[in-house]
């Protein structure tokens, strides 16, 4: 049987085999038919009645009515999981501008943004986004990080956001990239043949200067400029 390497066929979560149908409950998995879906019930239940798929779920901070781990010294202590490569953040985006509280929707002056040690993307996209529509001055950003991983990460990501004509394609992409363990062939075409040429040409430019010329002491920098 020769492997359909051109279509992600989503397989039943008990027997691997194409899947049929989703799990009404949760919509998080898919089975082949009613007899896989009865014996994997015991495994799914527990994921599938989880409080955290209620729209009444709450943190645990918020139902013990104190201030969460993240913030100061008050309530219950982090606890250390995995290795020191810190790929997400552990706190809510925030907007680092908040250009219509501070300078207000009417501030006509270009826009010079630093996110130093910056290796949650999300708080540069938070920022981004929640610039008021009618603000039309250029905007540059500045994202560094100390993990050259990351700051790859980072680029990548925000190479696809800039090159994907497809707003919903570009989305879908960025999330797996981001989150997912599974990098589908459609996220595999847009890194080769979108992504890559482009990082491909920089390369070429750079010739022969000294990589220390772009990437400065004790961090990594990737520059973006937005008109």
Known sequence: ??????KLDIVCARCQNPGKSACKGCLLVMYCGRECQTEHWNVHKIMCKSPLMKDSWQPRWVTENREPAFVGNGGAPLQAFGGKKYLWGNVPAFDALRLTDNE?????KDLKLLFAASGDL????????SIPQSYDRPITLVVNDMD??????????LLIALVTEDEAEAAECMIHLWYSALVRPSDIDILTTRIRPLIEDVIANIGAIHQGRYWG???NSAIAACA
């Open 1 to 6: 049987m020769e492997a359909n390497t051109t």
């Open 104 to 108: 207000g929707e009417a501030y006509g």
């Open 122 to 129: 999300r708080n540069v996209l938070k920022t981004v986004v």
């Open 148 to 157: 050259m991983d990351v700051v790859a990460r980072n680029l990548i990501i």
């Open 217 to 219: 002491r004790g961090g």
